[in-house]
């Protein structure tokens, strides 16, 4: 029989903002002061109330003493590889399934390591709570998505172990909404079936859920049932979705040159990101929202693949013509790097562009290091100016800021 553990980071953004600052220890932190609304909070900024997408001014308006840090995302990768690197000194198979969690298969360890899984597992939460000084919670179970429920049983710092026979008594007492894969929509049709728990669903005939469902639902109903279907994929990422950043604005404005410097700054956030994980985008998207939730959309192809900010905003103002509307008011604008490919991919063009591209590069990565000596913004290109000095209060949860390791 399979063991799996799965390790899930607690507040992770704010642990390790705690861990690099102890004095933050036991107060009330929130980060997402670049985005304009709140990304990650401790235990004891949930405990007054605030929750992930709350307006950043908001948060300094009606909780003064709640500190408020912009997100250190080079470092939230650094304290994840770390992270993970703590399970593989015990466990060969590890997935990485976000840059807080992963999930490593424990099976027939416990006679090389002369410890129980539990005692393994303890090895590893104390290792990365004293080595790293972050706190996770941990689940072992015969299947993932049992670990699931078993890391989500005692938060935060816990630990959890199911059994087989004993999963029936935490599916008992789990929601079906609760669950790993359901969703809302699947969520409320089982409840209209009559499905309220995690044990209802389990119990059902797999006939039934076949008829029901598709396939992944037939899945999920074995893993419930303490038969190990998903396999854990050690494999390290090396392909990666996109990288996204908008930012809302009030009041709602047309005024072309501020939208051209918010997608000016976007991008030069964007690439700044892409180059930190060695990245580079062949497809450009910008976007403009007005204010009955529309959206207006140009995307162009990227040839050849660039994380020079220079090129891609050149091209997001030629893409603006085609989107912006006069008379028209603007609530949002954003871009986004898609079809990211590694820089060793790379090759040469037969027209220059490539050996422009890394000569920008190089310029980018210098003021990289800079700003990681300086602090952010020291150097930033012209046509971001005006974002930055005409900045307008950000107050959509949607605002995105989206790092790799979360896609």
Not at 310 to 337: C, S, W
Request: charged share 30%.
């Amino acid at each position: 029989m399979k063991t799996i553990l799965h390790m899930d980071g607690d507040a992770f953004f704010v642990g390790v903002e705690v861990a690099k600052e102890h004095k933050l220890k036991g107060l009330p932190v929130v980060t997402g002061e670049e985005r304009g609304i709140v990304s990650a909070l401790s235990y004891e900024a949930k405990a007054l109330g605030i929750v992930r997408g709350l307006p950043i001014f908001r948060v300094k308006r009606d909780f003064p003493n709640v500190i408020v840090l912009p997100g250190d995302y080079a470092s939230y990768a650094r304290y994840s590889t770390m992270m993970f690197d703590i399970v593989r000194r015990y466990v060969d198979d590890v997935e990485e399934y976000s840059i807080d969690e992963c999930f490593a298969d424990l099976t027939g360890l416990e006679p090389p390591l002369k410890m129980t899984y539990r005692q393994i597992a303890e090895r590893i939460k104390r290792e990365v709570n004293e080595g790293l000084g972050l706190s996770v919670t941990i689940g072992v179970a015969p299947t993932k998505v049992l670990a699931k429920v078993a890391s989500k049983w005692v938060k935060p710092n816990g630990l959890t172990v199911i059994e087989r026979s004993t999963a029936p008594d935490f599916l008992a007492k789990t929601s079906i909404e609760k669950i790993w894969g359901i969703g809302p929509r699947t969520s409320e049709k089982l409840k209209k079936k009559g499905i309220q728990t995690a044990q209802d669903f389990a119990l059902k005939d797999l006939g039934w859920v076949k008829r029901e469902f598709s396939k992944p639902y037939e899945v999920l109903w074995l893993e419930l049932n303490g038969t190990s279907v998903m396999e854990i994929d050690p494999m390290p990422k090396t392909a990666y979705s996109s990288i996204q950043k908008t930012r809302t604005f009030h009041p709602a404005t047309n005024d072309k040159t501020f939208l051209r410097a918010q997608f000016s700054k976007h991008i030069e956030d964007a690439c700044a990101k892409a180059r930190h994980y060695a990245l580079r985008p062949k497809k450009l998207s910008i976007f403009l929202k007005t204010r009955d939730f529309r959206y207006h959309v140009t995307s162009v192809a990227l040839s050849p693949p660039t994380n020079a900010p220079e090129v891609l905003i050149e091209l997001a103002h030629r893409g603006m013509k085609t989107i912006h509307r006069e008379g028209v008011l603007y609530r949002t604008a954003g871009v986004t790097l898609s079809d990211l490919v590694p820089d060793a991919l790379m090759q040469e063009d037969l027209f220059g562009e490539t050996a422009r591209s890394e000569k920008l590069g190089r310029l980018h990565k210098n003021i990289d290091r800079l700003e990681e000596k300086l602090g952010k913004r020291i150097v930033y290109l012209a046509s971001t100016y005006q974002a930055l000095k005409q900045k307008k209060v950000g107050t959509d949860t949607d605002d995105l800021d989206r790092d790799l390791l979360f896609l």
